[in-house]
């Protein structure tokens, strides 16, 4: 069984960064590993809460969406310009709606966050999302004030100041010019769409190797250690080791369905680790090490049946019955913070068979699969 431990992240000051709801810092190479061979969840991809892409975009594609603007537009977005005061068009918006990113489309904040502060700028008291909106110092005219930036494209916005109403008490004071207003009822352009993500759930042993494949594959955004399927709330890993909790070590997967199907991902797992052992996965025994696939709604719930039915046929499992329990998932509870990304953070090896996993599943996988076995 893996032992209890306790790791120093070497991502400590991006965390802290993140924690004061600053701009996402940049994700940290982990040691003994270089940028090739990075996987999805390593790069700066990033997905926000409320499930937008804001991956920041290249230089040249911004430049690419800054050419429509128009000549004020361009000049407050790109050069951090000030329209006069009382003189935006969104000043006096009251219609109900949400306010985008005029130059890459991405939802910055909502009507019902919008209030009069009399300074002449279109006033909210809370971002749309608090991963949408960068906050920087801005020391320009002998003043030191934080402006606000959109995450994905970095345009200028304005600045956020600490003289807002409750609750948040704060008052990001908006140009005009650097916003577009999609009115409620209206049809969301596509850039300003969430994106349509799925979420599935497995259990096939100890999660630090599974949570290592799956990272690998195309279209995965996020995998994330945890526990399920037991009978106690908030459950601690020394609590799930005694196998008395009936949680069982998982991992939840959230993926893009558009570059990866959920067929591909219950195929690979049923490889990727032996689920014709019972309550077990190599040197790792118990009923929390059990394989399970954990069903959101009855799409998942058929797709994952079939699959194993079918995989039940392999040459590979011949003459072996497979025990891979399928039942609709329970709440997941997410395992310390010293399990997630464990393999990346330290170069360990796990017993989950990577290679016959990509084959079975047809999936090219992404960076270098050697710190695995």
Request: proline share 7%.
């Amino acid at each position: 069984m893996h032992p209890i431990i306790s790791i120093t992240l070497f991502t400590t000051a991006a965390a802290a960064v993140v924690g004061l709801g600053l701009a996402a810092a940049p994700t940290l190479t982990p040691p003994g590993r270089d940028a090739s061979t990075m996987t999805i969840s390593e790069t700066d991809r990033r997905i926000s809460a409320s499930g937008h892409d804001v991956t920041p975009l290249s230089r040249d594609e911004v430049e690419r969406l800054a050419s429509k603007l128009t000549p004020e537009q361009y000049r407050i977005t790109q050069k951090a310009g000030t329209e006069p005061a009382f003189c935006g068009t969104l000043l006096d918006n009251k219609k109900e709606g949400m306010y985008v990113c005029v130059v890459c489309g991405l939802p910055l904040f909502k009507s019902e966050h919008k209030f009069t502060s009399g300074t002449g700028w279109p006033s909210f008291f809370t971002p749309f999302d608090a991963d949408h909106v960068t906050e920087k110092t801005d020391e320009s005219f002998g003043m030191v004030r934080v402006e606000i930036e959109c995450a994905r494209c970095g345009s200028h916005l304005g600045h956020v100041f600490p003289d807002g109403p409750p609750p948040t008490g704060q008052r990001y004071c908006l140009n005009s010019e650097a916003l577009a207003f999609v009115e409620k009822g209206e049809e969301v352009p596509v850039e300003s769409r969430p994106l349509a993500l799925e979420t599935a759930y497995f259990a096939g042993g100890c999660f630090w190797g599974v949570e290592y494949g799956f990272q690998q594959i195309p279209g995965v955004i996020s995998v994330e250690s945890g526990y399920q399927q037991g009978r106690i709330d908030n459950p601690t890993y020394r609590q799930i080791c005694t196998g008395d909790t009936g949680h069982a070590e998982s991992v939840k997967v959230v993926f893009d369905p558009k570059k990866v199907s959920y067929e591909k991902l219950v195929r690979f797992f049923l490889f990727l680790h032996d689920p014709t052992q019972l309550n077990r996965q190599g040197p790792d025994f118990g009923t929390q090490y059990r394989s399970g696939i954990y069903t959101v709604g009855p799409e998942q719930l058929a797709v994952a049946s079939s699959v194993k039915a079918e995989v039940a046929t392999a040459a590979r499992f011949s003459g072996r019955k497979i025990v891979t329990e399928i039942e609709p998932t329970k709440t997941f509870w997410p395992a310390e913070d010293y399990h997630q990304d464990y393999i990346i953070k330290t170069g360990r090896s796990c017993h989950v068979d990577l290679p016959a996993a990509f084959k079975a599943a047809d999936i090219q996988p992404l960076g270098n699969l050697s710190k695995s076995k």
